[in-house]
């Protein structure tokens, strides 16, 4: 179990505390590690708190940034067949520097954008953060195993894995 919390904003967001304070409202999901990540213009921030269980080191910590800097994601969950996609990715001529299955799903979006989730097999809830393209990626597993909520108006999306945060 981990802990994810972010916002999107039209605007460039001033009082970033609410993001610090949303993440350790999600201390008991993750206990291991903490990160934050805000985007240059100041309109997304992305939160989350560490479990560590299939890469215990610190390549697993998150917000994880793909290797040429334009992915950022955090993710809660499991995909079960991580190490299959890897295998296949690899094939592609993707290189990975953790065991984690975060990393493997950044390599995923970025080869099959949002058709990578027809081929995730887990429980999962994740916010993944295009810079190029400044779009942000919401999606949890066909079941809802792991929660993900949000809060839209005009001019905001925030989202967590628990309403508290």
Not at 45 to 66: F, V
Not at 75 to 102: A, K, M, P, V
Not at 115 to 131: I, P, S, V, W
Request: aromatic share 10%.
């Amino acid at each position: 179990m981990c802990g994810i919390i972010g916002i999107l904003s039209t605007r460039p967001i001033v009082d970033r505390d609410w993001l610090a304070q949303g993440r350790e409202a999600l201390r008991h999901r993750g206990p291991d590690d903490a990160g934050e990540w805000w985007s240059a213009d100041g309109r997304v921030g992305l939160g989350h708190r560490r479990l560590a269980i299939l890469d215990l080191s610190p390549a697993g910590h998150q917000p994880m940034l793909d290797e040429r800097g334009e992915l950022v994601v955090v993710y809660n969950g499991e995909i079960y067949n991580f190490r299959e996609l890897r295998s296949e990715l690899e094939g592609h001529g993707d290189r990975f520097r953790s065991q984690s299955d975060t990393e493997v799903l950044l390599a995923a979006y970025r080869k099959w954008g949002v058709k990578c989730l027809e081929r995730l097999n887990g429980m999962f809830a994740f916010a993944l953060y295009d810079q190029r393209k400044r779009r942000l990626f919401l999606a949890r597993d066909r079941a809802g195993e792991k929660p993900l909520f949000y809060w839209l108006d005009r001019r905001e999306l925030r989202f967590a894995s628990e309403l508290k945060a």
